[in-house]
């Protein structure tokens, strides 16, 4: 199958990337998304909602030219900053020294990826709305919303990159044999600001992701090049201690008291924001195979996952990565590319959507845990003392391009035995000294 032009529908992170690699590779591209353009709105620039990049993000910037770009809006972060609620501090690091994860305004990177990819020559059409595909998987049915006016779309290839509750993979469900699953987890989330200090002074450790765990929900803030952080409280939508719970002013404030009492001050909108925002949803969605007729999905449109791992956007830059690879390798015949792609693809975004959920409950529960801190000392020491042996599935995750399917089943095999290591003799005491080379034997990567 010969492609010329491909429509690819939605300016999101993933889709725009993926429309600098197309053009790269000589396609004629046009990206259709269906709000007004973002670098026209007049509140751009206000909310800064931010989002964490890691290694595998930089690798699809890099392909593209633009990791330096991006790597001057950005902020390293070489661990969390745990925050009890005594106030206490702890700073746990993510991996090696040198190893940090990245926050980004995710309306700046946008921006600066549509600016990049039409100065590639490639066409953006805002206001323009994917509302259907043909049953054949070969044309797409289109509404300019600024008139009104319903088209008909028919490229080479449609590639819906319409994020989680893509429209193109609802006209796939209709089609033979496409397995799909969608669950909504019980946690939703509120963003919350901590403003700059005075000079555009951060009030808290700017060079940290902060954490605030408090078992059953968290509170997560990232840092803003502007000096402020964007907070993201995630927290039951039903139930005693919810959202829905939070009724009144009086709630809130008993709530942040209770809970949060060292950022309460720190967020003067809270009274404002908490009530004004909206709550977000989670959802995590699977679905296969990835392609039909010549329309395919990439990024949250095949694989919406929980944030927990900050990996939703990174692991959407991956498989624009693959993608990448697969046209050479295929020589641009899409009739190979489209199954390789979601053969490699789809058991690593599993793994990746498993990978989320268990850190969910490290970030708000183990992470203030003893026996999970111990165990991450050990691992680390194992990791600093033999880094080419052992390689910690944070980092196999954030810092390294190993498949996710063996990042996960190196979570499962590290866990098992740094969970027998605990019930060793005097472990406390023996840990650093004649256990060492033992612990490091049973922990290397197979
Ligand atoms: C709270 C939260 C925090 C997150 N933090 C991180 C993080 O730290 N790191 C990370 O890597 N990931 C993170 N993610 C995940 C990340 O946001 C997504 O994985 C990423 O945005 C997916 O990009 P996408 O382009 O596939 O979809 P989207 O970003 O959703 O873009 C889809 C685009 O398609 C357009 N569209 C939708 N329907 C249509 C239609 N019918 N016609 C035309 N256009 C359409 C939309 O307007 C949108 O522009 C987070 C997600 C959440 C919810």
Redesign the pocket.
């Known amino acids: 199958m010969q492609v010329k032009n491909i429509a690819i ?9 993926l429309s600098m690699y197309l053009k790269k590779h000589g396609y004629q591209v046009t990206v ?4 007004p353009d973002y670098r026209k709105a007049e509140n751009y620039g206000g909310r800064s ?6 290694e595998r ?1 930089w690798k699809g910037l890099a392909g593209v030219g633009l990791e330096e770009m991006v790597r001057e809006i950005a902020i390293p972060m070489p661990g969390r900053m745990i925050h009890d609620v005594q106030g206490n501090l702890n700073f746990q690091p993510y991996g090696k020294p040198g190893e940090a ?1 990245n ?1 980004v305004s ?1 309306g700046g990177l ?1 921006v600066m990826m549509i600016d990049a990819a039409e100065k590639a020559g490639v066409t953006y059409l805002f206001e ?4 259907e595909i043909d049953p054949s998987g070969k044309k797409a049915m ?1 509404e300019d919303m600024s008139t009104g006016r319903h088209y008909t779309l028919e490229p080479d290839l449609i590639i819906g ?8 993979r609802y006209a796939m469900l209709k089609t033979d044999r496409f397995d799909y699953s969608q669950a909504y987890e019980a946690h939703g ?1 509120k ?1 919350l600001t901590i403003p700059a200090g005075p000079n555009g002074s951060f009030l808290i450790d700017r060079d940290a992701l902060h954490i605030w765990p408090r078992k059953q929900f968290m509170l997560i803030a ?1 840092p803003n090049i502007d000096g402020s952080f964007t907070c ?1 409280l995630f927290f039951s939508l039903e139930g005693k201690e919810s959202f829905e719970a939070i009724k009144t002013l009086a709630d809130l404030d008993a709530f942040f008291d209770t809970y949060f009492p060292d950022v309460k001050s720190l967020i003067p909108d809270l009274h404002h924001d908490f009530f004004a925002n909206p709550t ?1 949803l ?1 959802m995590i969605v699977k679905c296969f195979p990835w392609s039909h007729g010549n329309t395919m999905l ?5 694989h ?4 927990f ?9 991956e498989d624009c990565t693959v993608l990448d690879t697969l046209i050479e390798e295929f020589n641009h015949d899409w009739s190979k590319i489209m199954p390789a792609y979601e053969r490699l693809r789809k058991p690593n975004s599993d793994a990746i959507a498993d990978l989320a959920k268990l850190n969910f409950i490290e970030m708000r529960d183990l992470v203030a845990d003893a026996d999970f801190q111990f165990k991450k000392r050990i691992a680390a020491k194992v990791s600093a003392l033999h880094p080419d042996r052992f390689i910690p599935v944070y980092s196999m995750v954030s810092f390294s391009h190993l498949p996710y399917k063996d990042a996960l089943s190196e979570y499962h095999r590290q866990d098992a035995v740094l969970t027998e290591i605990l019930g060793w003799p005097e472990i406390e005491n023996r840990w650093e000294t004649d256990y060492l080379p033992q612990i490091a034997e049973r922990l290397f990567n197979k």
């Not at 323009?128 to 509302?131: E, L, N, P, T, V």
């Not at 919406?304 to 944030?307: G, K, L, M």
């Open positions: 529908m939605g300016a999101g992170l993933v889709g725009s990337l259709y998304e269906r709000r909602i931010n989002l964490a990049i890691s993000g994860i926050s995710r946008n323009q709305r994917i509302m289109m990159a319409d994020g989680a509750y893509s429209l193109v989330y963003e990232l993201t977000g989670l990439i990024g949250d449109a095949a919406a996952i929980i944030p791992y900050g990996q939703g956007m990174n692991c959407g830059f």
